[in-house]
């Protein structure tokens, strides 16, 4: 039943990748240098953009669609639309007014727009401990934060938790509000039966204008992005395994401080072989097995207790132990991401995922 699916590049993940790159104006601000968002940046504000939960108004939609196209196709040398064409000519007045803006310039205006607009819907989702509060809304996850303990659910549980695009970046966003918050200790878990069961492959058939080139750089910025946001993570960060996991899901277990999973969780997909819980705690990949009867009790006992330790000297030995590691991380996430965009249009990648897809629509 279970597919063997697990690509060998996303293996070394375990000991891998980037930087932060949600927020990538608010770094260049931080320099106080001013200097030019890159292509990657721009990339990361266009996905940041579609994630932001509040309408951002009319007024800053039509400045994004100016800066968007000042950015990627220079100044406006489109016929004016006619006077009751009024959506339209409102697009194109907005475009028109840059003038001849460069298009760095522009580039860097719409990360700098973006960035703004998600920090602010950010700074509104501050939670405090111990409140149980839901935190911002998120389509494919459930965040809550209570006694101290930050809990992300990854919750597609009729996918078996399956990553899709979307929720690369929520996972992304989360990580940094998390990183922001009161917590003193984050938990990823699983709604369902599943922990979660990759990347999901339908993510392939989502082909951009630019086509599969296109679509493998995309894949390549996010995966950096993702495993990035977990290498920086700057709390104590565990994972509560209630089911199995698969993919990318297993190789970015090696970035967590402790991951504690059920005796259920017996199908950790690795080296495209099944791996039972303890042969995977026996490997250093998973720190603790828990009979299933009784997982969720002794594991929430156990982190309720921690999050009663002191936060900061937690924080900081936890900061002390990654700093020493982070460099070569970042390193080796750079090259897997570079490595991921060639194998996206390798033919086995391919017909992996076809497989997969044609199995399911039954073909
Ligand atoms: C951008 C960065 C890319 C990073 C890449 C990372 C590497 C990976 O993670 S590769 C992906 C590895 N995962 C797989 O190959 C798992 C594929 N899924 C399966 O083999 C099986 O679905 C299962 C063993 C997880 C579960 O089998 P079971 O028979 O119990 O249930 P199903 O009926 O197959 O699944 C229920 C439902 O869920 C959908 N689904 C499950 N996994 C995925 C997935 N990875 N992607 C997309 N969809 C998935 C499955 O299609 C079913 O949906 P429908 O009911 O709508 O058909």
């Known amino acids: 039943m279970v597919a063997r699916l697990a690509p060998r590049w996303c293996l070394r993940a375990l000991r891998s990748p980037l930087q932060v790159i949600g927020f990538p104006s608010l770094q260049l601000h931080m320099s106080g240098i001013a200097m030019r968002a890159s292509q990657e940046d721009f990339e990361n504000a266009l996905n ?3 994630l932001l939960k509040k309408d951002p108004g009319n007024e800053v939609k039509l400045k994004l669609y100016a800066l968007y196209k000042q950015a990627t196709e220079g100044p406006c040398n489109m016929p004016k639309p006619g006077v009751f064409d009024f959506i339209n000519k409102a697009k194109w007045d907005a ?12 580039r860097q205006n719409y990360v700098d727009l973006v960035s703004s607009l998600s920090s602010s819907s950010e700074s509104s989702n501050q939670v405090q401990p111990g409140t149980d509060r839901k935190q911002q809304e998120y389509e494919n996850l459930v965040v809550t934060s209570e006694d101290g303990i930050t809990k992300i659910t990854l919750n597609r549980p009729t996918k078996k938790n399956a990553i899709n695009t979307q929720m690369y970046q929520e996972i992304i966003l989360a990580l940094k ?5 009161d917590s003193i200790l984050t938990v990823v878990t699983g709604n369902g039966d599943y922990y979660c069961s990759g990347n999901d492959l339908t993510n392939f058939m989502d082909i951009p204008p630019g086509g599969v080139e296109e679509k493998a750089k995309q894949s390549a910025v996010l995966l950096r992005d993702f495993v990035g946001s977990f290498i920086d993570f700057p709390k104590p960060l565990i994972a509560v ?15 967590f401080d402790a991951v504690y999973a059920s005796d259920r969780a017996t199908e950790m997909l690795i080296f495209g072989k099944k791996l039972t819980a303890g042969e995977a705690c026996a ?23 921690y999050s009663k330790l002191p936060k900061n000297a937690m924080k900081i030995s936890k900061q002390v132990i990654r700093n020493m590691e982070k460099e070569k991380l970042h390193a080796v996430n750079a090259e897997e991401s570079s490595v991921l965009q060639e194998r996206c249009l390798s033919d086995e990648c391919i017909n992996a995922a076809v497989n997969f897809l044609s199995k399911r629509a039954k073909l």
């Open 95 to 106: 475009w028109d007014a840059l003038g001849n803006l460069p298009k760095e310039t522009a």
């Open 177 to 181: 509000a998390a990183s922001n918050d």
């Open 241 to 255: 395994v209630n089911g199995p996991a698969m993919g990318i899901s297993v190789t970015i277990l090696g970035l």
């Open 283 to 305: 490997q250093g990949l998973v720190t603790e097995v828990f009979p299933d009867s009784t997982f969720q009790k002794e594991v929430w006992t156990r982190l309720k207790a």
């Open 48 to 50: 940041q953009v579609k």
